[in-house]
């Protein structure tokens, strides 16, 4: 739970800085198809970043190389019934929420789509301005892909055609990918106010786009708006509304901001990379774990071959073999005790494990004493009770059990001569 916690988190940091350079150098832009591009990106890169592994963040966290780090691995217990009965942890309750108003929104969404299909089915078809297109008032003028609704009661004559240029646009350009695509991010991100901005500006874009379209095709941009002020206004749906943004869209007709250039979405990649650094650095661990990280940035080997474990590279097999061999503590269990145990090692030149005096980490990095973490640990879900020491002492004492514990390695080397090499292994200790 708490990861998809700081999934979110870590994805709406990323949309917010996104956003705000969209505000800055592309809203007095009319190159309306460089904003529908931008904006796209918008939609789908905040979801990638947050993937982007450890290892990777940690590397630009620091300047220099650091101590080299295994993937981190989890532990499953499972709680003893007891110790459960009556608690609903902050995290749960919070997730719990988020699910259900995404399931809503996503059914909302389902029941548009069917009512749209039904229409399609259902509408008359008619032939206005040489074009088929279906009758049906509620819809009032939209388009949904390659369908066009007309409301033939309340449309006048005379604002027809640039009614049916508008939806044709719409059509051609696919617009209605760009509207599914922007009701399912704003469902996902739901309770950030930016993601419904977002979702307003690529809704405004769109309608800008056909405006922009209609007018440079030589229709007269006055008798244009005026046939806009004669739409009626309809509800929010996921169709292209013809009325929809009215106020904006006759405004943005008589701006006069200069049509930019294409090279604005090189940003796209500096700002991805200031997203990622955010990230990277709002997930840096606190307090003990904070200083173990710290402790791993001032360590450096030049190392030609890595050590590898079992005669393999050693990521894999000692990720089985902590797997299978760590217990979790039963005290901790009975006292529903979770969390992250960061643990040093060093890989001797002879291969065998050993963990670390602080005082060797402090002679070799040159650091205070009262710096020095060779075992940390970090709750996994913050908000919950903290846990008192003893019970952490299990974790970190299994921890270094099973590492000590390890198997030979074969040694890493620099010019072919085994060197020591230091690791820092983050294990999850985590109650089902």
Known sequence: MNSVIVYLLELNLSLLILYAAYKIFFERDK??????????????????????????????????????????????????????????SIGTLMISIYLLILGFGIAKLGFQLWGIIRAIIRSERLEAGGKTVLSNSPFHASSFFSYIFIDPDTIRESSLDHILEHELVHSREWHSIDRIAVELFVMINWFNPVAWLIRKSVIENLEYIADSAVVNRGTDSVKYQLSILNQYIGSASITNKFSSQIKNRINMLNKDYKLGSSWKLVLIFPLVCIAFIAISCSDKAPDGALKGAEVEN???????????????????????????????????????????????FVVRKDGTIEIPTPEEIATREEIPMDEVVVVAYRPLNE?????????????????????????????????????????????????Q
Do not use: C
Request: aromatic share 12%; hydrophobic share 40%.
């Open 31 to 88: 190159n309306f198809s460089v904003r529908r591009i931008y904006l796209l990106g918008v939609l789908v890169l905040p979801f990638l970043l947050p993937l982007v592994p450890e290892a990777v963040r940690m590397a630009a966290n620091s300047i220099t190389p650091v101590s080299f780090n295994l993937e981190e691995i989890t532990i499953y217990a499972t709680q003893p019934a007891e110790s459960t009965a009556g608690h609903l």
């Open 298 to 344: 001032k360590i450096y080997y030049e190392v030609d071959e890595m050590p590898t474990f079992q005669g393999e590279d050693a990521v894999m097999p000692f990720r089985k073999y902590i797997a299978q061999n760590v217990v979790y503590p039963e005290k901790a269990k009975e006292n529903s005790v979770t969390g992250k145990v960061f643990v040093k």
């Open 383 to 431: 908000e919950a009770p903290a846990a008192k020491e003893e019970y952490i002492e299990l974790l970190k004492k299994e921890t270094i059990r099973v590492v000590t514990s390890s198997p030979t390695w074969e040694p890493g080397k620099v010019d072919g001569k085994p060197v020591d090499v230091m690791y820092t292994f983050p294990i999850n200790f985590v109650l």
